[in-house]
């Protein structure tokens, strides 16, 4: 079987809308990708899982002293709700959070540079700050032809405390500073409700060695505002291309195919699957993961998440067949961080835009800079590589993760900070 970019864009082209974890669009996406395997001649079926969504249903900031001015904002989801009326404190801008910035914000309103982080959320809440700030962008944005993230405290920074906080501009953020802004009222109102969002699992069964499992993950969610083709629905078509070919021609090891939902919302699909197929997860050799593809102007890159021989055996690989593509140890902040965190290596593929020539998590997401030979030409990549596992005599590939990379994935995941702070 030919790799066919063409059709691969077509199966792009019907799931390019935004997809946000979670909702009717999402579930409709799912839908759409099991009816593919369906017609492939796989049948899938829809795995279920509950997540968290916040609903902010007002977010407001206005800047009291020396000048009263009220700033466009969105408001964390899951973030503390400010008291009725709002909450009034004083108002700093903290930079980056050094020592020295935060020093006597207790009880204040403070602007930070830059999303937020749990070396910088934890720094904030020690600090007993009232109230965050957050920034996005650039100062040569146009209103009319951006839009401003909405964003969520997750569980992960929860665990060190719960403040109000809202999301501004970068143009606003330095007005506010420039004009000398020292006072603010926030205010912020939401809840949170349970909401359904889904996977997607095909089985090809292996001929030869069918308790061996080989599993392809990639994310089909999209964040707000995207269409989220380069990220992720370029992955999701380029799986769903190599699951065609195995089902022309059968492997001798099982081959899991997974489209995970809320991947961007903090891997909440691949985590949600590890959980419920713990007793099968010991069958699994090998994750191999797709996650950003398409662009027109750009570069393959391949991460393994395994012993470093791996990584050297990749390289000779992609050199022997002719594939171009930057290749390294490491982790990559996708669907396999939760199985290399339950000791199952990973290769994740990649392609990245070059400078420039791509767009991520905003309205520009879309089909304009993608094309079906840039699929294609990655989907080969990551088929040849597939095929080489599937059919091995004996899989080269060790079902264990390098301390190197344990280290980085439990960094990753803040394993050390979340420790200490429920301790």
Known sequence: MEICGKREMELLEKIGFTRIAGSPEEEKAAQILKAECDAIGVPAIIEPFEIEQGIVEEATLEILEPFQQEYPVTGYQCAENTPEGGLTAEFVYVENATDVDLQDVQGKIVLVNGFMRVPLYKKLMKAGV?????????????????????RKLRRTLRTFGNVPM????????????????????????????ERTSHNVVATVLGTQRPQEILSFGAHYDSV??????????????????????FKENPPKRTL??????????????SWAYVKAHKEELSDHLLMINVDVGGPILGHDGIAATAEDKLATYLEYFVKIHGFSAE???????SDSIPFADSG?????????????AAYIHNRFDTLDFLSADALAKTTRTVLAFAQ???????LPVERKIPQNMVDEVEKYLYKKELAEANS
């Open 327 to 333: 290749v390294k140890q490491g982790i990559y902040s």
């Open 344 to 356: 199952i290596p990973g290769v994740n593929f990649t392609r990245f835009g070059a400078p420039g």
């Open 388 to 394: 080489e596992m599937a059919n091995a005599a004996v």
């Open 166 to 193: 809202v999301h501004t501009r970068v143009v606003d953020a330095m007005d506010m500073v420039r004009k000398g802004a020292c006072k603010a009222r926030m205010v912020l109102k939401g809840r949170t409700e």
């Open 256 to 269: 899991k195919f997974m489209w995970y939902g809320s991947e961007e919302i903090g891997l909440e699909g």
């Open 224 to 245: 707000a505002f995207s269409k989220g083709v380069y990220d992720n629905g370029a992955g999701s078509v380029i799986n769903m291309e190599v699951l065609r070919y």
């Open 130 to 150: 009232a109230g965050i700030v957050t920034m996005e962008g650039e100062l040569r944005d146009r209103r009319e032809e951006t839009d401003l993230s909405t």
